[in-house]
Nanobody
Framework: QVQLVESGGGLVQPGESLTLSCTASGAQLNSYTMAWYRQAPGKQREWVALIEVANTKYADSVKDRFTISRDNAKNMVTLQMNSLKPEDTAVYYC????????WGQGTQVTVSS
């Protein structure tokens, strides 16, 4: 059973930065196209960013502010989030982009002054 664990969330002020991490047991993340998703209160989960072997893609709402990357030695996928906005407040999850593993618990990101 693959288990995904997200971490790194927190409470920050607008304009600040956070780095989220995603690790996995039972799977080598560098074998998959991985993605970050988020779910705000009362809204559906939405895709935020993905990383293929070397290519990355971003939702328009986070383009030029967020950066997804891999650390294969640590079996980890990270999401560097800069210039955070209140509308980025959500629970953030990582998962495969094409075929989902069981979802992890996510990590809460709250952007508020």
């Amino acid at each position: 059973q693959v288990q995904l664990v997200e971490s790194g969330g927190g409470l920050v002020q607008p304009g600040e930065s956070l780095t989220l991490s995603c690790t996995a047991s039972g799977a080598q993340l560098n074998s998959y196209t991985m993605a970050w998703y988020r779910q705000a209160p009362g809204k559906q989960r939405e895709w935020v960013a993905l990383i293929e072997v070397a290519n990355t893609k971003y939702a328009d709402s986070v383009k030029d502010r967020f950066t997804i990357s891999r650390d294969n030695a640590k079996n980890m996928v990270t999401l560097q989030m800069n210039s955070l906005k209140p509308e980025d407040t959500a629970v953030y999850y990582c998962n495969q982009y094409y075929n989902r593993f069981p979802w992890g618990q996510g990590t809460q990101v709250t952007v508020s002054s």
